[in-house]
């Protein structure tokens, strides 16, 4: 006894027309444009100079909850020069940030936006932050 399915077989035309061709992403050419967003989060920098080379060239900068503190300690304890020392944003549910580093920063004029939501991580609580500026803040 043959089974037979109810459903045809699949299958993807191929286009003669246009080859696909594999697509190459080389992360090196934004980080050399400066067209991007740097966020800081709350982890340990392996190479603080570098840290402050990728936020120097950065468009916009960001710091996530503790990541505000840790940028706040490379500031303070780096040789290199750091162009623009706030951040743009500062977000995250500030369970890990020291207050008187996000206070410092958001005198200097860092939009703060504490988002409680426990559901998701500060990481991605961070990029949906970024992605609503997007809509009204040039610099992104």
């Known amino acids: 006894m043959s089974h037979q399915s ?8 191929m286009s003669t027309k246009s080859p696909i061709l ?5 992360p ?12 800081v989060l709350n982890q340990p920098v392996a190479n603080p ?13 960001a710091t996530v909850d503790g990541g505000t503190s840790i940028w706040s300690s490379i500031v303070n304890n780096t040789t290199e020069l ?5 951040p743009d944003l500062i977000t995250g549910d500030f369970d890990s940030a020291d207050q008187a580093h996000v206070s410092h920063f958001q005198g200097l004029g860092t939009r703060v936006v504490q988002t409680p939501n ?17 809509k009204s803040d040039p610099k992104l």
């Open 28 to 39: 090196s050419s934004i980080l050399k444009s400066g067209n991007y967003a740097l966020c």
């Open 6 to 13: 109810p459903l045809p077989p699949f299958s993807i035309p």
């Open 82 to 86: 750091v162009k623009v020392e706030n």
């Open 49 to 61: 100079s570098l840290l402050v080379n990728l936020w120097n060239k950065a468009q916009y900068r």
């Open 118 to 134: 426990q559901d998701q991580t500060d990481f991605t609580k961070c990029l949906e932050q970024l992605g609503e500026l997007a």
């Open 22 to 26: 594999p697509l190459t992403w080389s």
